[in-house]
């Protein structure tokens, strides 16, 4: 699966942070992914196969 990512992109997650929130927004490219949770705002930091493999789908742009 060739899954790319920008930054501010609007993701959803397979499985839910423990906030229970599953929508993040990419904040930082390049040889490591931070998204944010846009439930609790909680910055984590992937590889991006490990981002690929928890992304369900990308979401469009709000407004
Ligand atoms: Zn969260």
């Known amino acids: 699966m060739a899954l790319t990512f920008s930054l501010g992109d609007m993701i959803e997650t397979k499985k839910p ?8 927004q990419v904040v930082r490219t390049g040889a490591d992914y931070k998204i944010k949770c846009l439930t609790c705002g909680r910055i984590v930091m992937l590889t991006p196969d490990e ?3 928890r992304v369900k789908r ?6």
Do not use: N, Q
Request: proline share 12%; net charge positive.
């Open 17 to 24: 942070h423990p906030c229970g929130g599953s929508k993040w």
């Open 51 to 53: 981002l690929k493999k």
């Open 58 to 63: 990308t979401l469009p742009a709000e407004g």
